[in-house]
Nanobody, 123 residues
Framework: VQLQASGGGLVQAGDSLRLSCAAS????????MGWFRQAPGKEREFVAA????????FYADSVKGRFTISRDNAKNTVYLQMNSLKPEDTAVYYC?????????????????WGQGTQVTVSS
């Protein structure tokens, strides 16, 4: 399975951005998709995750109410809509895939990772 993230860029504080991550390769079903991020000098942290049928979602407290995760299973794609961006959201954003139905915020629980896309928010 390969994951390709896109949509990053340079924006100003308060702007919006939408990230996409397309999965390809081995056909999978009933898997969780998640987003993580890593800021310079910091460890990678969980951002959001969504279950197979999009019924279950989970967000980090730092993005709750500003970010929305969604998925289109027909396109094997997950999205992260980021609104009201702040300079502290600046990071490389990674998408990840976890086999099975259970959402997790732990990066060790994910089986496949994308290459990352840079998001920079200027003040």
């Amino acid at each position: 399975v390969q994951l390709q993230a896109s949509g990053g860029g340079l924006v100003q504080a308060g702007d919006s951005l939408r990230l996409s991550c397309a999965a390809s390769g081995r056909t999978l079903s009933n898997y969780v998709m998640g987003w993580f991020r890593q800021a310079p000098g910091k460890e990678r942290e969980f951002v959001a995750a969504v279950g197979w049928r999009s019924v279950n979602t989970f967000y980090a407290d730092s993005v709750k109410g500003r970010f929305t995760i969604s998925r289109d299973n027909a396109k094997n794609t997950v999205y992260l809509q980021m609104n009201s961006l702040k300079p502290e959201d600046t990071a490389v954003y990674y998408c990840a895939l976890r086999r099975g139905p259970y959402i997790s915020e732990y990066e060790g629980a994910y089986h496949y990772w994308g290459q990352g896309t840079q998001v920079t928010v200027s003040s």
